[in-house]
């Protein structure tokens, strides 16, 4: 839709006060003042609706964002102001301006204690390391979701060993019931090496697209060949998205233990376990 153009509602009044600086004597002096208006100015009943005199304070904010909290919108959270001041005029500012203070209120990353200096520990990791890497996302509630970081060791053990790529998220051990994904390799001498670390908010798709492509930034865009995790679905999905060119298996531990929980045949158990760890040669695995 295209808009009409604005009126002018310029009145080419010639009221102004003038205000200049004198060097010499370190002062401001007021060098022109017009007093008289060609245009009717607002009565004092229409003064409280200018837009300088129009704030919201810190108190009515919080205020809304606790209300909102509790399912009333902004204009039923507006009308409670009004009526708690008495109309109108006594509130000091306009619905829209409300609307306009929430927006910029969920644009900013509220942080507790711990979150702040988790975030003041990383970017102190920065400054004495030009290759670390960070970075996190908000939630709804414009708090810490998702946290991803590695250092500058991370970065050369995965461009030596990024051959299989090995993550796994525990099942919120923290006192944040935070999901913990660490990436992890292995390199020539078979000892793990770590490719970094996340906290993540959920364990759904989006969470582990963000995870993975994140991921990919740090790594300078360096894809793995293969890639070993759990059995979680989302977590297939975003790989598939992700990575489609690289090998993608389950690991044999999960598998393992995943046989033990369902198998109720001991023998048929043992003989699948022997599959998992025993070293056949291909023939043979095929057969057994």
């Known amino acids: 839709m295209i808009r009409s153009p604005k009126a002018i509602t310029r009145e080419n009044c010639s009221a102004r006060f003038w205000v200049g600086y004198e060097k010499k004597r370190d002062v401001y002096v007021v060098t022109n003042f017009e007093p008289h208006h060609n245009h009717q100015l607002v009565s004092p009943l229409e003064s409280p609706y200018l837009r300088f005199n129009r704030v919201v304070r810190n108190s009515d904010l919080a205020q809304a964002v606790g209300m909102r909290r509790t399912l009333f919108i902004t204009c039923q959270t507006y009308e409670y102001i009004v009526n708690q001041c008495g109309g109108y005029l006594n509130v000091g500012f306009q619905i829209k301006d409300m609307y306009n203070k929430l927006d910029a209120s969920r644009r900013e990353i509220l942080l507790d204690d711990n979150t702040e200096a988790a975030l003041s520990y990383l970017k102190a990791k920065g400054a004495m390391d030009p290759e670390f890497f960070c970075k996190f996302s908000v939630d709804d509630e414009n708090r810490l979701g998702n946290l991803f970081w590695r250092d500058s060791t991370s970065l050369l053990n995965y461009i030596a060993y990024d051959d299989v790529l090995i993550f796994n998220s525990t099942y919120q051990t923290n006192v944040y019931d935070k999901p913990l994904v660490l990436f992890v390799g292995s390199n020539n001498y078979r ?44 977590m297939h999905k975003a790989i598939d998205d992700v990575f489609p060119m690289s090998n993608h298996r389950l690991c044999s531990w999960h598998v393992s233990r995943n046989a033990q929980d369902n198998l109720k045949d001991d023998e048929l158990l043992r003989n699948l376990q022997a599959c998992i760890w025993e070293p056949f040669a291909l023939d043979e695995f095929e057969k057994k």
């Open 191 to 234: 000892s793990t090496v770590m490719f970094g670390c996340a906290l993540l908010q959920d364990e759904i798709f989006e969470t582990y697209k963000w995870l993975l492509e994140t991921f990919m930034v740090s790594m300078k865009d360096k894809k793995p060949i293969s890639i070993l995790t759990d059995g979680v679905e989302a």
